[in-house]
């Protein structure tokens, strides 16, 4: 399955990074917004993530370039219809998605490959409102998707294995790393990072100093940054969706948020982005 065009609905924050990834291996993409304003803001953090890379010579100038001209945005999802494959990256919200993939279902080829980059909702369900479950799969890529390896590949019951074979083989081609994973509430990287960041947390409001508990669980586990900076680092209103949505789908009251964390949330004590988090950041 050769993919050539590629259809991502939805440039935020990530449907623009995965875009990037995807232009800078070869293909051509079509970025489709809800409207102009949202097409300005992509257009900016898409220049910013280039001349960043530039800067860190992670691309040349020339690289940045092609990149600018195998991206198109549009607000019609008309270019649909000449797509092998089409990513959707719109907010998470199961409502949101179930009328894209019904616009999605009404244009695409029959051949065309269909994922959803959701962090949450489950692929087999999403996989309904396609209207084609059989060529549907999830390709959840990780922030910034320029710079991060990983995508979790998730096939759900009724995917058929040439589409999960040739989702693996794109994310191969764009110098990925893709990993199969089960669709079950968080896939891997989520449901075993709600289960650490619970206990952390937990950790904390038992005595625990939070220099301490990341610098221990660096130390002793090998981790890169302990779990409590990964929270502010990602944003603590994000983790706490996040942990909400593991209690709701598995029940398990191991991924509970603590009501410490609930607090700095409705503070507006963010993490990294606001300054002030678990831990303080100055200006
Ligand atoms: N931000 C992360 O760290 C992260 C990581 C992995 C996966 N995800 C998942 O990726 C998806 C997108 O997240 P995000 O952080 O990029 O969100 P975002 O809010 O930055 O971007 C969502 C974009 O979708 C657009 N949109 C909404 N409705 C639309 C429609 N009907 N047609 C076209 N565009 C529409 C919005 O205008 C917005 O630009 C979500 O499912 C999220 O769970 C996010």
Same mark, same amino acid.
């Given at each position: ?25 070869? =293909? ?9 304003? $949202?097409?300005?803001?992509?257009? &900016? #953090? @898409?220049? /910013? ?105 998730? =096939? ?9 074979? $040739?989702?693996?083989?794109?994310? &191969? #081609? @764009?110098? /990925? ?107």
């Amino acid at each position: 399955m050769d993919i050539h065009v590629v259809a991502i609905i939805g440039a935020g924050t990530m449907g623009t990074g995965i875009g990037q990834v995807v232009a800078q291996a070869g =293909p051509r993409v079509h970025l489709i917004e809800a409207d102009e304003a $949202a097409i300005g803001r992509s257009r &900016q #953090r @898409l220049e /910013k993530s280039l001349q960043g890379g530039i800067e860190r010579g992670k691309l040349s100038p020339q690289e940045a370039q092609r990149v600018r001209e195998r991206l198109t945005w549009e607000t019609s999802y008309d270019a649909v219809a000449e797509c092998d494959l089409v990513i959707e990256a719109v907010f998470e919200d199961r409502d949101v998605k179930r009328a894209v993939w019904a616009g999605v279902d009404r244009r695409a080829p029959e051949a065309a490959l269909l994922a959803s980059n959701t962090s949450t909702l489950p692929i087999a369900e999403l996989a309904g409102y396609s209207g084609r479950p059989e060529r549907f799969l999830g390709l959840h890529f990780f922030n910034p998707p320029p710079a991060m390896k990983l995508v979790e590949v998730i =096939p759900h019951a009724g995917t058929l294995p040439d589409v999960r074979d $040739a989702a693996v083989a794109f994310c &191969q #081609r @764009l110098g /990925k790393t893709p990993l199969l994973a089960p669709d079950i509430p968080g896939f891997i990287v989520n449901r075993a990072l709600g289960a650490l960041v619970a206990a952390a947390l937990e950790v904390w409001d038992q005595g625990g100093k939070p220099e301490a508990i990341d610098e221990a669980l660096e130390l002793g586990l090998g981790h890169k940054m302990g779990p409590l900076r990964t929270c502010d680092l990602v944003g603590l209103d994000i983790i706490l969706t996040m942990l909400d949505l593991l209690v709701e789908q598995t029940g398990d009251p191991r991924f509970r948020a603590t009501e410490r964390l609930r607090q700095l949330v409705a503070e507006g004590k963010l993490g990294v982005k606001t300054g002030e988090g678990i831990y303080h950041y100055g200006e």
